[in-house]
């Protein structure tokens, strides 16, 4: 399965943009990339995939760079319960392979 | 409420003395596994399973066994516990289509077990 490499942490003020990098330059063809983030004490949660095409939703938005070596998870406006783990998960099959993330901090 | 539960959430046992962490969600979903999570590893697949009575290994089988006779359980089986299985241990359940490959829905998790083993 393919790598990918996020910073170990990052930090943020309350309503401020958030961008968090995720590489993962032997991504194929195929791999779908997966964003799921886990808050203190808790399972991990669903943010957002995609395959090429930037994606929105409730959450968060998921941009793609054209050679789908990278990509952005934006967080339009942090909160304080924000504050978690983000995980990105390249997933050609079923399974999902967890790195260990970035630890996002937000200050109020 | 569509949820995945798990009990017990807390455990301390013994080497050796056998135990069975309970995983059931209420969403009717065809695929469950099992994940635990440690220091610097991030979280690990165990075991998994696409739908009753079909189980596969994960990435960290050793020391584990499962079971899916029913559709919505999906239980932990630790036959003799040992100290390195430690761990705080989630369980996980989606709806899983064929061929979907990369593209799979998304994976609910339960808050977790946190296991001691002494």
């Known amino acids: 399965d393919a790598k990918t490499t996020q910073p170990n942490s990052m930090e943020s003020n309350e309503e401020e943009p958030v961008h968090l990098p995720c590489n993962h330059s032997?991504?194929?063809?195929?791999?779908?990339i997966h964003w799921y983030r886990q808050l203190p004490s808790q399972g991990p949660e669903y943010v957002i995939h995609?395959?090429?095409s930037n994606v929105n939703n409730r959450m968060a938005s998921l941009a793609i760079a054209e050679d789908r070596k990278s990509s952005t998870l934006i967080l339009h406006r942090a909160t304080l319960r924000d504050a978690a783990v983000y995980y990105c998960i390249l997933s050609l099959t079923d399974k999902l392979i967890f790195g260990t993330g970035t630890r996002l901090q937000v200050f109020p | 409420e569509a949820q995945v539960t798990q009990n017990p959430r807390y455990l301390i046992t013994v080497t050796g003395k056998k135990l069975t962490v309970t995983c059931s969600q209420n969403?009717?979903?065809?695929?469950m596994s099992w994940y635990r999570q440690d220091p610097g590893l991030g979280l690990r697949q165990i075991y998994y399973?696409?739908?009753?009575?079909?189980?596969d290994k994960g990435d960290v089988p050793e020391g584990y066994k499962v079971s899916r006779k029913e559709k919505r359980n999906f239980p932990l089986i630790l036959e003799s516990p040992s100290p390195n299985q430690t761990s705080l241990y989630f369980c996980?359940?989606?709806?899983?289509?064929?061929?979907?490959?990369?593209?799979?829905?998304?994976?609910?998790f339960g808050p977790g077990t946190r296991l001691l083993v002494l």
């Open positions: 969403m009717n979903h065809e695929y």
């Open positions: 032997t991504i194929s063809g195929t791999d779908y």
């Open positions: 996980a359940s989606s709806r899983w289509r064929r061929g979907s490959g990369g593209d799979q829905e998304t994976q609910y």
């Open positions: 995609g395959l090429t």
């Open positions: 399973s696409m739908n009753v009575e079909v189980t």
